[in-house]
Structures are given as structure tokens and as C-alpha cells.
């Protein structure tokens, strides 16, 4: 098997992703597995089990580190047009240090570059810190601070405001996959969030990052009934969306919430997320968690008014080209 590094004899090396099997991984995958399990109340099984699918297919990019034939951590890359992404970065706890994990993004970053990609993209829940500062300092990496919120259902949720907004709220449905594009659009123009994910930027961006949120299992399994859009009772126009999965048997996530500008201010957005955790809840979830980025301090206030607690901080990784536009 070709190296890519091999910095001394018996260090672990750097090989790429496409020359093992889905097989080769599963001790790695199994280990992911479990501590996203023990930490976050997480199901990555089925995002494991797409890992193996395609690395068994030849199809993802990326890197395995590789002690004496046993796989001891990994990486994958996926490339959209312009843009590529740094899908996942695991070590497992034998090897683990933050040395190990910034030569497993360093060389993901250095391939992508390599092959003339304008934009990278990655946000990692599971990297330390102090990796991330490092590849900061090492790459000019744009580093965004993310918060990890949870709501445990041990107390009594908010009820309804006296001031709710006069709004029509529905259930999800495809049909409004479209209409939700140009919410996200409008609600992101300008915001720090835009500068994380630029398919905020634009409608074809924007409509795939929903089909990939109802689609794939990157998020949990999408939960329509929580899933809420709210319209404009006279015109009919959306004015906001919040979009919910379950991320194992017990734990809800919101995917996404977010409305337009010019329903700001009316307490939408609080509705919205009050009627999706109960949603959740009603369908068996014992807690709901949910993302948001640090200099967002409106949304980090409302869900802390709303009674979230940060449980974990991470980061969202962006690097540029010269000639990106």
C-alpha cells in the first residue's frame, strides 16, 4: 500500500482513503460510533454505515492513518463544483492527540486545494480546540465558534406567548421546498452564518442544503411533524421555517430555524421553536439539541431564554482562495 507519509519507522502513516475497504474501517467506525453515542446522544450508525458504502465504492476522498496495518484514524472529503468539504475527521482514543488530527486535516486541506477548489468547508464537532487553532495558524483557516445547546424535559416548557405572532403554521411538506429556499436566503443575506455555509448565498444553494437535510442522515432521520413553515395569513408567504430530525431514539435535533426580515421581532421565531420541541417530545424525544454560532447573540439568547444549556463549543473551519469569489 503506497504511503503518503512516513515520517520515521513504525509512526503511523498517512494513506489514502480509497485504497481501503468499508471492512478495513469498522473497528475505527464502531469506536465513532460509540462515543458519539456516550457524548452527544448521538446515532452515527447510519452515517457509518454510509462511509463504509462508499469507501467500498472507491467514491469518497480523504486520508486513513494506518499503525502497523490497523486503521487508527481517518478523514473524508467530498467535492461540489467549486467547493470542497471536510466531511468527518476521527481518531480513535488510542492514538489520539491533537497532532494526529491536525495531519489528518492538513492533508484533506492540502488535496483539496491541490485540485483547484476556490472553497473549503468543514465543521467538526469532535476536533479539540487546540487542533483547531493550530490549523488556523498554520493555513489562514477561518475559524467560527459554534455552541452545541441541549433542553433536557425536566421542567415545564414556555407555553404560548400572550403576543404570539398571527401567523399560519403547518406541518411540512415538499411543496414548500421551494418557498423555503428564498426564507433561508433572505433570512441569511448579510448574517455570520452566510460566511459558514455559502449555499445560504444563493436559491440553487439554499435548495440543496434542504434536500441534503431531508434527504441524509448527517443531521439524524428529517421528522416532518415537527417540521413547521409559517405563512402570512393574507398573502401566503412564508415568513419562517423550523426543521427538526431525531438524532437517536430519544433525541430530537433542530436542524434549522430561521425566519424573514421582515417578520422580525414578532416572537416567530420562539413559537416556531416552542411548537417543534413539543413535537418532538410528543413523539418521544427526552431532550432536543441544536447549533448555533457564538456571534449569533440574539438566537444564543433565545434558546437560552427558552431554557437550552451549552453543553459543547466547536468550530466551523473556512478556507478561501485568492480568487474566490
Not at 483547484?116 to 475559524?143: C, G, K
Request: proline letters at 3%; aromatic letters at 10%; charged letters at 25%.
Amino acid at each position: 500500500m503506497a504511503a503518503l507519509v512516513d515520517a520515521a519507522p513504525h509512526s503511523p502513516e498517512l494513506v489514502e482513503l480509497r485504497l481501503l475497504s468499508g471492512r478495513e474501517l469498522d473497528p475505527l467506525l464502531l469506536e465513532e460510533t460509540v462515543e458519539w453515542r456516550n457524548s452527544l446522544d448521538w446515532d452515527f450508525s447510519k452515517s457509518a454505515e454510509l462511509v463504509r458504502r462508499y469507501t467500498d465504492t472507491r467514491s469518497l476522498g480523504g486520508v486513513a492513518v494506518l499503525d502497523r496495518g490497523e486503521v487508527a484514524g481517518y478523514g473524508y472529503t467530498v467535492i461540489e463544483e467549486h467547493k470542497g468539504l471536510i466531511g468527518d475527521v476521527y481518531v480513535r482514543p488510542g492514538w489520539r492527540g491533537e497532532q494526529m488530527e491536525v495531519r489528518i486535516f492538513r492533508a484533506m486541506l492540502e488535496g483539496l486545494i491541490a485540485s483547484q477548489v476556490r472553497r473549503v468547508e468543514s465543521q467538526l464537532m469532535l476536533i479539540s480546540a487546540e487542533t483547531a487553532r493550530q490549523l488556523q495558524r498554520e493555513r489562514f483557516i477561518r475559524l467560527f465558534e459554534r455552541i452545541l445547546m441541549m433542553l433536557e424535559f425536566q421542567e415545564e416548557l414556555p407555553g404560548e406567548r400572550a403576543d404570539a405572532p398571527r401567523m399560519r403554521i403547518e406541518e411540512w411538506s415538499d411543496t414548500y421546498h421551494d418557498a423555503a429556499a428564498q426564507v433561508l436566503t433572505m433570512a441569511y443575506t448579510g448574517h455570520v452564518d452566510s460566511q459558514i455555509n455559502d449555499q445560504y448565498r444563493s436559491l440553487i444553494g439554499a435548495r440543496r442544503f434542504l434536500y441534503n437535510i431531508i434527504q441524509f442522515p448527517g443531521c439524524g432521520t428529517f421528522f416532518r411533524p415537527a417540521s413547521l413553515i409559517a405563512m402570512e395569513p393574507d398573502t401566503g408567504r412564508l415568513a419562517g421555517i423550523s426543521l427538526t430530525s431525531f438524532v437517536s431514539n430519544t433525541s430530537g435535533h433542530v436542524t434549522q430555524l430561521c425566519i424573514t426580515p421582515s417578520a422580525k421581532g414578532q416572537g416567530l421565531g420562539f413559537e416556531l421553536l416552542r411548537r417543534s420541541v413539543m413535537a418532538l417530545r410528543a413523539n418521544g424525544a427526552q431532550r432536543v439539541s441544536l447549533t448555533v454560532t457564538a456571534a449569533n447573540a440574539e438566537a444564543v439568547e433565545l434558546y437560552r431564554r427558552f431554557g437550552f444549556r451549552e453543553v459543547r463549543r466547536f468550530f466551523a473551519y473556512v478556507w478561501e482562495g485568492a480568487q474566490a469569489g
